[in-house]
């Protein structure tokens, strides 16, 4: 019995996917006039995020390669064999499944698709360097270009369809801060108050998004030292009088992120702690009222870098301001020309959306010592900016006693 090394599948009815089959086509229209504008005869994409903003598709890889291939005409999601039906289930357009029974078989699949091509866009940023010379040997050689950047640049300005989706995520953020809260006491541990959280986000995206896969919505809640950096893992840790606490909730609804980030105290906080805190809030406040359309990233973050240096915190500052939010924000995804730092001189505008998050480490040896943090997301419009987080911040709210 000879088996093949690629083959199509209809294994049951296309799904409903996050977006109206108007909104992928307005992005493959969009990726076909950059197609257009750098005379590509195909573009390969390999990454979590463009295969799902095009197609809709969100793999879960384990080591095997996915792609989704669009040309002038079509675009078709390559898959792995062992996902069976469910990539044409939830894509927007074709899907083609490669075999295991030969290593370069997922190549083949390719070829197949994109025969005697001369120019070929890719992910370079994705890539590796094998997988690149694996697929430039596979296309006999043809001119490599990176559409990355173009591909980005399209991503940072998101529909209308998008923002719906994303203004749900951050409401379900709060829910999942909400009900994180009401499970802080003294001798509570971090990951049993974590997983409430989780809980009540999971059960929001199922009431608000029942068509949408549930996968990789998470938490993370830290006390005390654990504070120090944004992304520590939840631990066994219990709680005691007195703890800085960082609450962090992160909904992801069809491969879209949101996120809520909250400093917090366990019944009291000592003068230095709130010193600290009301700085990082001022901080954050005047952070919200720049973000407006016409604004310099560059220039906002030069600005909330001084008041930090007449607070007296700049030197403890960690990271950037704020970062884009979109498909896969948080990990892959991440819009690197959308960043409030220092050296982003991307101006904003109206359909960007931006989450402004100042964060101040003061080491353990030190009197306030903790990693302090806000995270409010906003949508900038016409007119200026909606922060669609609602989730209250600052020391007259979120000492829990």
């Known amino acids: 019995m000879k088996r093949p090394n690629f083959f199509q599948l209809t294994n049951g009815s296309k799904a409903n996917l996050p977006f109206t089959d108007k909104e992928y086509e307005s992005r493959l229209k969009g990726l076909r006039k950059i197609m257009s ?17 095009y197609s809709g598709f969100l793999y879960c890889s384990f080591g095997r390669p996915y792609s989704c291939i669009v040309t002038q005409e079509r675009n078709i999601v390559v898959s792995a064999n062992i996902d069976a039906g469910q990539p044409n289930r939830r894509c927007y357009g074709e899907n083609l499944i490669y075999t295991d029974w030969e290593r370069d078989n997922y190549l083949k699949a390719i070829v197949s698709l994109v025969k005697r091509v001369k120019k070929v866009g890719i992910e370079k940023d994705h890539l590796t360097m094998e997988r690149y010379q694996n697929l430039n040997d596979a296309l006999s050689n043809p001119q490599m270009i990176d559409i990355s950047p173009f591909t980005m640049q399209q991503r940072m300005i998101k529909s209308d369809e998008e923002i719906v989706l994303i203004k749900s995520g951050a409401k379900i953020a709060d829910i999942g801060g909400e009900a994180l809260v009401k499970e802080i006491k003294v001798g509570a541990s971090e990951i049993d108050i974590a997983m409430v959280g989780r809980d009540a986000m999971e059960k929001a995206i199922v009431k608000f998004h029942p068509n949408s896969e549930l996968r990789d919505t998470w938490v993370w809640f830290q006390s005390g030292i654990n504070t120090d950096g944004a992304h520590n893992p939840v631990t066994t840790r219990r709680l005691k009088r007195g703890d800085i606490l960082s609450l962090n909730t992160f909904p992801m609804i069809s491969g879209y992120y949101t996120a809520l980030e909250r400093t917090l105290f366990v019944n009291e906080v000592d003068d230095d702690s ?37 607070l007296g915190y700049l030197q403890y500052r960690t990271f950037g301001y704020g970062h884009s939010f979109g498909v896969l924000s948080h990990y892959y995804g991440r819009e690197g020309k959308l960043e409030l730092r220092e050296d982003i001189d991307t101006i904003l505008e109206p359909n960007m959306v931006v989450s402004m998050e100042p964060m101040i480490l003061i080491p353990d040896n030190k009197p306030g010592a903790g990693g302090y943090r806000e995270h409010d997301i906003l949508v900038i419009n016409e007119n200026g900016a909606e922060d669609i987080t609602k989730f209250p911040f600052g020391p007259e709210h979120n000492i829990i006693k």
């Open 274 to 310: 709130l010193k600290a805190w009301e700085a990082n809030v001022k901080v954050h406040k005047r952070g919200i009222e720049l973000i407006k359309p016409g604004a310099k990233c560059s220039e906002i973050t030069n600005e909330l870098n001084e008041l930090f240096a007449e």
């Open 37 to 53: 504008e750098k005379n590509l005869d195909a573009v390969v994409l390999s990454s979590m995020q463009n295969v799902a903003y």
